[in-house]
């Protein structure tokens, strides 16, 4: 079974500035999709970005890129210029791509936490 | 843009009581996902349903059961409700199996 770790279970970032958070998962399949959702404190579950394991090129959305290291099966997510609206629960997660109507994994989360 | 609609939002049941969840999803997405949030944890899948066959099994409980009706909304029902199912239920949907699951609101359970 897929697992996904994240082993930072709060992190913290001055306004304006950068920050990266780390996710590690466990496959033996060679095609998926990583994801990092949002949850703020409404509980809402938002679609930060996601990344297709065969795809080299790490996906990008505005002030939020990833870096996917397929051999290290790592996914970090950097946070670039943080706002305070940053401030949520990150979850990092990941999908099976052959079978249509899969789930989602998803790790333990990391709080982040942004100062003015 | 239209969005996942889940009702109710929140929802008061006691030990033993059942409770039917809705689920609307996002218009020409055919594919449906249930999650289970607990308090401090992170969401744990339940099941789909791709086209009104249910496409994936995750840790649902015996005591519930769900299905997806020829328009695409879904429904979650709990029966012989225990206190460790107060939780956040997420409903999300896709279009097609493949794509990105959009998350609803969810629907807030506490259990008395």
């Known amino acids: 079974a897929q697992t996904v770790t994240q082993s930072q279970p709060e992190m913290s970032v001055q306004e304006a500035e950068t920050v990266t958070l780390s996710c590690t998962y466990d496959?033996?399949?060679?095609?998926?999709?990583l994801f990092w959702y949002k949850q703020p404190p409404s509980r809402q579950m938002i679609l930060v970005i996601r990344q297709e394991a065969y795809k080299q090129q790490n996906a990008t959305e505005n002030r939020f890129s990833v870096n996917f290291q397929k051999a290290a099966k790592s996914f970090s997510l950097k946070i670039s210029d943080s706002q305070l609206g940053d401030a949520a629960m990150y979850f990092c997660a990941y999908r099976e791509k052959e079978t249509s109507g899969s789930r989602l994994t998803f790790g333990e989360g990391t709080q982040l936490t942004v100062n003015p | 843009a239209a969005g996942v609609i889940q009702s109710p939002r929140h929802l008061i049941k006691e030990k033993r009581e059942t409770a039917t969840l809705k689920c609307y999803p996002i218009p020409r997405h055919d594919t449906v996902y249930w999650y289970q949030q607990g308090p401090g944890q992170d969401p744990q899948f339940l099941i789909s349903?791709?086209?009104?066959?249910?496409?994936d099994k995750g840790s649902i409980p015996d005591r519930f059961s769900a299905q997806q009706f020829s328009d695409y909304h879904s429904e979650l029902n709990m029966s012989s409700l225990e206190l460790g199912d107060s939780a956040l239920y997420f409903c999300a949907s896709s279009f097609g199996g493949y794509q990105p699951q959009h998350f609803g609101d969810g629907t807030r359970l506490s259990i008395l």
């Open positions: 496959t033996s399949e060679s095609d998926y999709y």
């Open positions: 349903f791709y086209e009104k066959m249910q496409s």
